[in-house]
């Protein structure tokens, strides 16, 4: 009967044969580059690509930009950010291409004045020309909801802290 026995013999094959299947298998797969939604915290200073740009986030303590604000709404509402914390439109955050995340900002309107400090816990804006993306909540404490777009400034607070799961999600109020 020789070295293996029948059953032996086809319990090999059958498992030479798996083995050769999932072998030619992954060697057609592509490498996969993370999206935002799945870098989680610690994944978030890892330089990625969107749209052919490549971004490199980076400490920026002493980031003070002025440039355009959109807001952003129900199409991400409870979707998972870049940080891995829920989105929630209903309260005050806000993505940026590069600044550390979570951080805390100061947002100002340069045409009314107000001011919020927000929650960045995403990665976006990814249209020329902006630099931060707010939710619908900070769009409406800076007084721009019904136009879409704003100018202001935007200045780095510092470092936020981390999410609780179940915690309280307003991180940010108001700031005059």
Request: glycine share 12%; proline share 6%.
């Amino acid at each position: 009967m020789g070295f293996l026995g029948a059953k032996s013999r086809k319990d090999a094959a059958r498992w030479l044969l798996t083995a050769l299947a999932a072998a030619s298998l992954s060697a057609c797969a592509t490498a996969r580059v993370p999206q935002s939604s799945s870098l989680g915290a610690g994944g978030t200073m890892r330089p990625y690509q969107v749209n052919g740009v490549w971004y490199r986030p980076a400490a920026q303590p002493h980031y003070n930009k002025v440039g355009l604000a959109s807001w952003y709404g129900q199409q991400y509402h409870n979707r998972i950010t870049a940080d891995g914390e829920v989105f929630d439109m209903n309260i005050a955050s806000g993505a940026h291409t590069t600044l550390p995340l979570p951080c805390i900002v100061e947002v100002t309107n340069l045409d009314n004045g107000r001011r919020a400090r927000v929650r960045l816990n995403d990665r976006g804006p990814f249209v020329g020309g902006r630099i931060i993306d707010l939710s619908r909540q900070a769009a409406k404490e800076l007084g721009f909801y019904s136009t879409g777009t704003v100018r202001v400034r935007v200045r780095y607070i510092g470092p936020a802290p981390a999410a609780r799961p179940g915690g309280d999600r307003r991180y940010a109020r108001a700031a005059g």
